[in-house]
């Protein structure tokens, strides 16, 4: 097989090192007139950013994330290009801005004394502070209005951790009666908490506001109306002489206010529901299909056609188009994966096609079934058994190759089996989601939401077995 197909989709995937290109206009500096100042802005921009679920990640081999796409619309203003630098730590990127390894520190930083008397804070203005959890469909005499109802009531935080400081200490302000369950944070993320919420498998919890607001567009239901913190306010900063930027980025941001709600709308408020509302457990979704002369699908014959030239098996094309999409050419996802198969506008353009053209059923399968025998090739050698490296193989389909090769890594420096899925290397790509492990010096494409990929897998294989049994 061709492996030149997903070259550009695993080159945009080694986070941790890389330095990742825009290409957001022309590759020139721009000299601008900025009232009276004439400011030269690099050729390209160096930016630091943290690697997180809000601020930039890689999604199915597409960069992404808040600021990431404000950095993005700021070069495209101006024409310039950038390339991120990935850093640990809001304190180490401040250092990089005094030794000039990056021009812009793209993430929140607070706008505290120390950080003021280090950098030159600029650019997108973010308050957040940390708020408590809880669902909104429990009685009424359950829901938490005010800190002060706290009294008497559960809440899980993790142990060691700034949301457990600020417990005991809002308990101690308000004179006892708090209940912190502490959970050991090497093991649990916000986002695990958060999913534990609106589960119901604890009754509460606390993360910073700005997560808690990306959550509601996976975990709709939860409610993040009570304030446990005082505000915290952030921006992002530049070198302290670095002026003619600075003013470059507050003349955008007030300029083009708009794309920065478009953006925050984006992350923030677009439901991201999509295999979370389909437990691979429950196959009820699928029952309504009648199956009449075995017939799955409007678009059997584009299954089949695509299978013959690839030696798949259609029903198993049939299921992934089922999982991704039920069945309906014409969706879009919240980050821009399109048609049946929900193919990324930039893998599309790797394989020759425009965006758009993945709307066309024969189009869009055709691409998803080039991919598929181009993950094949490149596990074939990793993963011996057929029947295995499936799972390897759906697993990368659905959150690009880079973090299924990370999880590997770490099953294997953790003592999982990496050459095998159930309960081992699907247990490391959970593991992806939490700092501890997408910090790990083995894994190089940094945060990963894990538990899409692994409900994907187990969605399509019970599906796949499911039209197996019935044609």
């Known amino acids: 097989m061709n492996l030149t197909k997903i070259l550009p989709w695993i080159a945009t995937l080694a986070v941790a090192l890389m330095m990742t290109s825009c290409r957001c206009g022309r590759n020139k500096g721009q000299q601008i007139d900025l009232d009276g100042m004439h400011v030269q802005l690099p050729d390209t921009m ?25 950095m993005e619309r700021f070069s495209k203003f101006y024409g310039l290009q950038f390339k991120v630098v990935v850093g640990g730590t809001i304190s180490e990127m401040i250092g990089w801005l005094d030794e000039g390894k990056i021009d812009i520190l793209a993430s929140p930083v607070p706008v505290t004394s120390e950080f003021q008397e280090r950098a ?22 359950s829901v938490v209005k005010d800190v002060t109802d706290l009294v008497g009531r559960e809440v899980v935080v993790q142990n060691d951790s700034k949301y457990f400081y600020r417990m005991c200490n809002l308990n101690d302000e308000i004179g006892g009666g708090i209940s912190i369950h502490r959970l050991d944070k090497d093991t649990v993320s916000d986002d695990d908490l958060l999913r534990m919420v609106w589960k119901g498998e604890i009754p509460m919890t606390v993360v910073d506001s700005d997560v808690a607001e990306a959550a509601l567009s996976y975990y709709p239901g939860l409610d993040i109306s009570v304030k446990v913190s005082l505000d915290q306010y952030s921006r992002w900063a530049v070198a302290p002489d670095s002026h003619g930027i600075a003013k470059a980025l507050d003349r955008w941001f007030a300029d083009e206010k708009d794309d920065e709600s478009e953006v925050f709308k984006k992350y923030y408020h677009l439901s991201k529901l999509e295999i979370f509302d ?58 821009g994966a399109l048609g049946i198969m929900q193919v990324m506008p930039r893998t599309a353009t790797s394989h020759g096609y425009e965006p758009e053209e993945m709307l066309d059923p024969y189009k869009c399968v055709d691409v998803a079934v080039q991919t598929l025998s181009d993950l094949d090739a490149m596990f074939e050698k990793k993963i011996k058994d057929p029947a295995e490296r499936e799972n390897f193989i759906l697993a990368s389909y659905n959150s690009g190759p880079g973090h299924i090769l990370d999880a590997m890594a770490l099953a294997d420096k953790y003592g999982l089996n990496a050459h095998k899925w159930d309960d081992n290397v699907e247990q490391a790509a959970m593991m992806k989601s939490k700092p501890a492990y997408y910090h790990d010096p083995v894994v ?28």
């Not at 804070?121 to 009424?140: A, E, H, M, T, W």
């Not at 584009?302 to 029903?315: C, H």
């Not at 894990?450 to 499911?466: A, P």
């Open 46 to 70: 160096k930016v630091g950013m943290l690697n997180s679920p809000t601020t930039y990640f890689d999604y199915r081999g597409t960069p992404m994330g808040y600021d990431y796409e404000l």
């Open 120 to 141: 030159l804070l600029c650019g997108p203005r973010n308050v957040s502070n940390q708020v408590l959890v809880q669902r909104i469909d429990v009685p009424k005499d």
């Open 278 to 335: 389909m437990p691979h457990e429950d196959l009820e979704d699928i029952k309504t299909l009648t199956f009449v002369d075995g017939k799955i699908s409007p678009f059997d014959n584009v299954f089949k056609t695509a299978a013959k030239k690839s030696g798949l098996d259609w029903r198993l094309i049939a299921a992934i188009a089922y999982v991704e999409s039920h069945f309906d050419a014409d969706v879009r996802s919240w980050a």
């Open 444 to 471: 190089k494409n940094g945060y990963f939401r894990g538990s899409e990929t692994v409900h994907f897998v187990h969605k399509v294989q019970s599906v796949y077995t499911y039209f197996k049994d019935r044609t």
